[in-house]
């Protein structure tokens, strides 16, 4: 296990933890399956050497996910917005259930708003007793400094494809579907965990037909790939920055695709944001 996690494990078993951590960098499965151990660790009812015993009440619930004070936060949408985690603030001063600390991990931290992290600052200014915060993104860089400078910072090296695929536990059945996520999602682990979520063949799909209304310099194509959500028009995006045909069109594709993400994450309506990608595309050639 990497050093800086043996570390953290120690300090968490001796009582000495600080209170907001933030595991970047990685795949989002392997920062999730840290942030539970460390829970095992602060909550494990019959450490062994300053392990988890992994069989107690605690350390069974934490895993299966059953633990009333250890949970995992998610976005709703594209982003984490404000009533989020104005509503998660609600769960952080209730009183501990049963554990010895409460634990929340939120997941994809990378995608709160200006207004959530102004939140949430809050909160870590003035955390509760044996309340530990984890933060998991996949680049911490998009967070507040203040943010950043508060918490004890953990480097999760970017997974190879095997051990991503491994991590998955996929069937022998799965293992071509998750060799395609991978790459298409340009050997992002947490784009590639979506673009299974989402379905491989749907995700190359919408790619495939977004690329023939651009070469065909057709509007009405790119209109017929609506509705999409918030969350599949991000994904679709990050995968577009990875096609060929695109890296083909200008260099300033590029710089329009980026563009179009930071919009979406900013709450534009992805139908718009996309037209307008479309437009741009279609000024700079599409061959």
């Known amino acids: 296990m990497d050093l800086a996690l043996k570390l953290l494990e120690k300090a968490a078993y001796e009582g ?7 595991f970047h960098g990685g795949g989002a499965i392997e920062r999730r399956k840290a942030g539970l151990y460390l829970a095992q660790t602060l909550n ?15 350390c069974r619930k934490i895993d299966s996910g059953n633990h009333p004070d250890v949970q995992i936060i998610q976005p709703s949408k594209a982003s984490f917005g404000i009533e989020e985690i104005l509503q998660w603030q609600e769960k952080v001063y209730r009183k501990h259930f049963e554990g010895k600390y409460k634990v929340f991990i939120l997941e994809q931290a990378d995608r ?41 910072n953990i480097y999760f090296p970017v997974s190879g494809e095997l051990a991503w ?19 298409l999602s340009g050997a992002d682990p947490d784009c590639a965990q979506t673009i299974l979520e989402l379905g491989v ?3 190359e799909k ?10 065909e310099k057709d509007f009405l194509k790119v209109f017929g ?10 994904i679709y995006l990050q995968v577009l920055a990875y096609q060929d045909f695109i890296r083909l069109v200008n260099p300033k594709a590029m710089l329009a695709i980026d563009k179009a993400l930071d919009q979406i994450r900013k709450q534009a309506n992805p139908r718009l944001v996309i037209e307008v990608l479309a437009l741009e595309l279609f000024r700079q050639g599409g061959n």
């Open 165 to 183: 695929i491994n991590s998955l536990a996929s069937s022998a059945a799965n293992q071509h579907e998750a060799h395609e996520a991978f790459r």
């Open 112 to 152: 709160l708003t200006l207004p959530a992290e102004n939140a949430l600052l809050k909160v870590i200014e003035e955390p509760p007793e044996r309340t530990i915060i984890i933060l998991s993104a996949q680049n911490a860089e998009t967070l507040l400094p203040t943010i950043r400078s508060r918490a004890q």
């Open 44 to 58: 494990c009812q019959y450490p062994v050497e300053g392990e988890p015993c992994l069989k107690c009440s605690a």
């Open 16 to 22: 000495r933890l600080v209170h907001l951590l933030l």
């Open 225 to 234: 790939l609506f509705p999409v959500e918030k969350n599949e028009a991000l």
């Open 206 to 215: 919408w790619v495939e037909d977004f690329h023939e209304a651009i070469q």
């Open 201 to 203: 063949g749907k995700v």
